[in-house]
């Protein structure tokens, strides 16, 4: 069955620090892949994608995020965390049905 | 500023009644797509259609939910009868396949937070 996991539910982080948030998927086909952010009591806005090319990928507010396909990781990072950070991040994948798949989703916390 | 509208933004109902739900993709796009979000089960994919017709909804509950478009600047979601645990937010998303598969992105609404007592 195809998936996403996400391994971390909330993650801490201190502001300025970098952080990683994970992300593993299951498929057995090529999927396209996504970063979603959520702000408290809003939807879902697009971070980044990865369509093919390059495995870095560089996204909005600093965000950057690798494909690892021998890993079936997408991994999301920023070098430094800003207060205005602290959001619910969403990994998520498109299969063939052009159905998009979430993960259920990381906490960011930012501590002063 | 194109954005995906739903309506309401925030329901509360009795158990028993009937709750509808409704959403405005962007203008042009022709792809929908209809979650739920709860703090236990995270975004569930309820739904989803192109070009109207819909292409799959096993991940909704057939007895007492239903989705529709009655044209394309339209969708909505309807539950009857309404039932607590369908407590949670649904969101609503578009996008659009018009420039090769969907690969470009879903935007979404900012959701409906519906609460049945």
């Known amino acids: 069955a195809q998936s996403v996991t996400q391994l971390d539910s909330q993650v801490p982080v201190f502001e300025e620090a970098p952080v990683e948030l994970r992300c593993n998927y299951s498929?057995?086909?090529?999927?396209?892949l996504f970063w979603y952010v959520q702000y408290p009591n809003q939807g879902l806005q697009l971070l980044l994608k990865y369509l093919s090319g390059s495995t870095l990928v560089k996204g909005i507010n600093g965000f950057e995020a690798e494909f690892n396909k021998s890993q079936t990781s997408f991994h999301l990072r920023k070098p430094s965390v800003h207060i205005s950070d602290t959001a619910e991040y969403f990994c998520a994948f498109m299969n063939r049905d052009d159905k998009i798949i979430f993960g259920k989703g990381t906490r960011l916390h930012i501590l002063p | 500023d194109a954005r995906v509208t739903q309506t309401p933004r925030h329901k509360v109902t009795e158990m028993g009644q009937e709750v509808t739900m409704r959403c405005q993709p962007i203008l042009g796009h022709n792809t929908v797509f209809w979650y739920r979000q709860t703090m236990m089960q995270g975004l569930e994919l309820l739904a989803y259609?192109?070009?109207?017709?819909?292409?799959?909804d096993s991940g909704m509950p057939k007895d007492r939910f239903s989705a529709e478009m009655p044209d394309a600047t339209l969708a909505t979601l309807k539950i009857q009868p309404s039932e607590p645990r369908d407590s949670a937010v649904y969101f609503c998303?578009?996008?659009?396949?018009?420039?090769?598969?969907?690969?470009?992105?879903?935007?979404f609404g900012q959701g409906t937070r519906l609460t049945v007592v």
């Open positions: 498929s057995s086909v090529s999927v396209y």
């Open positions: 259609f192109r070009n109207r017709a819909p292409l799959d």
């Open positions: 998303a578009s996008g659009s396949d018009k420039q090769g598969p969907l690969n470009t992105e879903a935007f």
